[in-house]
């Protein structure tokens, strides 16, 4: 078995099989990225749920492999100089795919483009749908200024556009399926949850709604968006 203890995560989340990699997550947009790659590349893994309570996401342990508080994180102990640790959930996608081979294009153009859009999906997609979030749903709904709410729900309608005019003709944002689908459709799933789909016109976006019917009936999906499990 390989030796896990040089990181202190492991205290609080011990590895049954410290032999695979470890996945310490919870299913959110972002957390899901990473168990359904994992998943889709057929990797071993094991799933560790860290809720989003401070008492895990703020624990010490937590806190030394991923300063930044936030899940996904994890440690690979087959990395390429031995353990390795990592969070973001776009840099995760990113060490998976170069390390299988797999969802990341099949040539160095195809690998560009699908790093762009997962860039796309990292500095535009998911901060402005999260904000939205909280602007429509959840804390932010109750301020009387509602011009926060605005900004975000015609930003978030910008960006449905954009990719509603990206998959025009096209199953997948780039070529076949890749990391870029991964990261970008988990989002798009979150409008439901936030009861947003309406006020952003959603059903007018056919392209976007037959792409994340597609992107949800994959078997490795199915079973990502619920690892670890919520319960």
């Known amino acids: 078995m390989t030796d896990l203890s040089a990181f202190p995560i ?7 099989n410290s032999d695979i ?21 057929d990797l071993e893994y094991e799933a560790h749920k860290v809720t989003l309570s401070d008492a895990d996401v703020k624990s010490p ?7 930044n508080n936030k ?24 060490y998976l795919a170069d390390k299988t081979g797999k969802l990341i294009g099949s040539n160095k153009a195809d690998k560009a483009h699908i790093t762009q859009w997962l860039m796309f999906q990292m500095g535009g997609l998911g901060p402005m749908l999260g904000q939205l979030g909280f602007f429509y749903k959840f804390a932010g709904s109750e301020w009387e200024d509602k011009r926060p709410q605005e900004r975000y729900i015609n930003e978030a309608k910008r960006l449905l556009g954009v990719l509603e005019k990206e998959l025009d003709g096209k199953d997948w944002i780039v070529g076949d399926y890749s990391i870029a689908d ?6 798009l799933r979150a409008l439901d949850f936030y009861g947003a789909k309406n006020v952003l016109g959603w059903d007018d976006h056919e392209n976007l709604v037959a792409y994340l019917d597609r992107f949800v009936s994959r078997d490795a999906v199915k079973k990502g968006l619920v690892t670890p499990s919520r319960d």
């Open 10 to 16: 492991t205290k609080k989340w011990p590895a049954q």
């Open 21 to 41: 990699i470890q996945l310490y997550s919870f299913p959110t947009p972002n957390g899901v990225k990473v168990s359904i790659a994992l998943e889709e590349m």
């Open 61 to 67: 342990e937590f806190l030394s492999l991923n300063p």
């Open 71 to 94: 899940i996904p994180a994890i440690i690979d102990p087959t990395g390429p100089n031995g353990p390795i640790g990592l969070f973001e959930s776009g840099a995760i996608l990113l």
């Open 182 to 187: 991964i990261a970008i459709a988990p989002w």
